[in-house]
């Protein structure tokens, strides 16, 4: 089949590569310029595991081309996949559609008859239905479909070409079976495949993110919990893990969520709600918004007791730019945030990522940034684990004491080994769990070498 993908940003990408090397005709569409030329000479805009690979082949094949023009596209396909960012907006909580309209008023010119327009971006409940009554007007005949997506960073590959489910809201039996035909061989595969109206598979979407979200805020609540009550929230989190009714995913106890989805996906789903006169069937993600957001300035605090109660003066570590691992993506970052709150609060500031340092130096260029962990820790009087990179946890304790001023780790991420680190010499510190001091020996060894 032809289509296109209007917007090659994250998720565009993705699902442009992806479409063109299971046999579909793709072509990608963005008014950004210069990325377009990236994307036709076969280069990623973001670090993803795969797509680089996946993306030069499609390029390869002649089945995956890019252009800055709508028309085109209209001219190209009579499907058009729309991949456009929903921000939160700039006056509220609520999602910024403009990106969205923008597409939609682009296109409404230059459709043929039986032109199928399917969202992939996040929006808020009814965007569908208000979109398909704007397009009735202008070009009679197009209908508006739904197709969440659910691709989470480091595995977006993964996701789009083994999905744990498809859901598609349509109005027609045409467009079913025009997603039915894109989806062929995930069908054939197995996945599960969910055709509903176009309001359910908006709020599929959000629905999911804010259960996910709460599951995160939950045990972060508990880990303060637990701080106060001198109990381990890494061994609780475990134990009620364990009931399958709940299960462990998602109960890491740490610094909390971030990303371009969650936290502004909660935020406007709630607007929604209030908009549409559901506001207290939700009330509960402002909690889940304010737990995560504290978790940041907790990890702050915990830091600033740590060196006695001031940061002037005092060198730190950290270990983490991006918002997750296996990402370059920095934004709403639970990392950066932290670094940055450090360095407006006295602290000279160093920071690690083995993938994000460009993008967090873009919007963070007051910041130090070194491209080897051992520079990242010299002399520092404590470091911070922020971003569970696997790097991190392979990291050799013994031969980074020997760099540290004071071998003192903030585990924010409750990640690594903290009992290897102990017997290394290090205090251990992390959310929700009690401190685990160094082993004997090694603070034996420490205070032969001061002496």
Not at 19 to 43: K, Q, W, Y
Not at 50 to 56: A, I, Q, R
Not at 167 to 183: F, K, L, N, P, Q
């Amino acid at each position: 089949m032809r289509m296109t993908v209007i917007g090659t940003g994250y998720v565009g990408t993705v699902h442009a590569a992806c479409m063109a090397d299971i046999g579909h005709e793709v072509l990608g569409i963005d008014i950004d310029a210069d990325r377009i030329a990236s994307l036709s000479a076969g280069r990623a805009p973001i670090h993803e595991s795969g797509l680089d690979e996946l993306l030069g082949r499609a390029v390869a094949s002649g089945r995956l081309r890019f252009s800055t023009s709508l028309a085109e596209g209209a001219a190209f396909a009579k499907t058009h996949f729309v991949c456009v960012g929903t921000p939160q907006r700039a006056d509220g909580q609520a999602a910024d559609l403009r990106y969205v309209d923008a597409v939609v008023d682009g296109l409404a010119p230059h459709l043929r008859p039986g032109s199928l327009i399917v969202g992939k971006s996040t929006v808020p409940v009814g965007t569908a239905a208000r979109l398909a009554e704007r397009l009735a007007d202008m070009t009679p005949g197009t209908e508006v479909a739904w197709n969440p997506e659910f691709l989470r960073e480091g595995s977006a590959v993964q996701d789009t070409m083994r999905p744990e489910r498809l859901v598609v809201g349509v109005t027609s039996r045409h467009a079913e079976d025009v997603m039915r035909a894109i989806y062929t061989p995930m069908i054939l595969a197995g996945v599960p495949f969910f055709c509903t109206d176009p309001a359910t598979a908006e709020l599929v979407k959000v629905a999911a993110n804010s259960f996910l979200a709460t599951k995160i805020s939950f045990i972060n609540a508990m880990a303060e919990v637990c701080d106060a009550a001198g109990a381990d929230a890494s061994v609780l989190a475990r134990a009620i893990g364990a009931d399958s009714r709940i299960g462990s995913r998602f109960l890491d106890p740490g610094l909390g969520f971030g990303g371009s989805c969650f936290p502004k996906d909660i935020r406007a789903f709630a607007a929604r709600a209030e908009e549409i006169g559901a506001g207290e069937s939700v009330v509960f993600l402002h909690e889940v918004d304010r737990i995560n957001t504290r978790q940041r300035q907790r990890v702050v605090g915990q830091a600033r007791r740590l060196l006695g109660g001031s940061f002037t003066g005092r060198r730190i570590a950290v270990l983490g730019a991006a918002f997750k691992p296996g990402s370059d993506d920095v934004r709403d970052s639970p990392a950066l945030a932290v670094a940055v709150a450090l360095r407006e609060q006295g602290a000279e500031v160093r920071v690690h990522d083995p993938e994000a340092i460009d993008n967090a130096r873009a919007v963070h260029p007051e910041l130090t940034y070194t491209l080897d962990v051992d520079k990242t820790c010299e002399d520092a009087d404590l470091v911070l684990h922020l971003t569970d990179w696997p790097e991190y946890r392979d990291l050799d304790p013994v031969a980074l004491a020997s760099q540290v001023r004071s071998p003192v780790l903030l585990d924010g991420r409750n990640a690594l080994d903290a009992r290897s680190w102990s017997m290394a010499g290090w205090t251990v510190h992390a959310p929700g769990r009690p401190r685990l001091s160094p082993a004997p020996a090694k603070v034996a060894a420490f205070a032969g070498g001061a002496s």
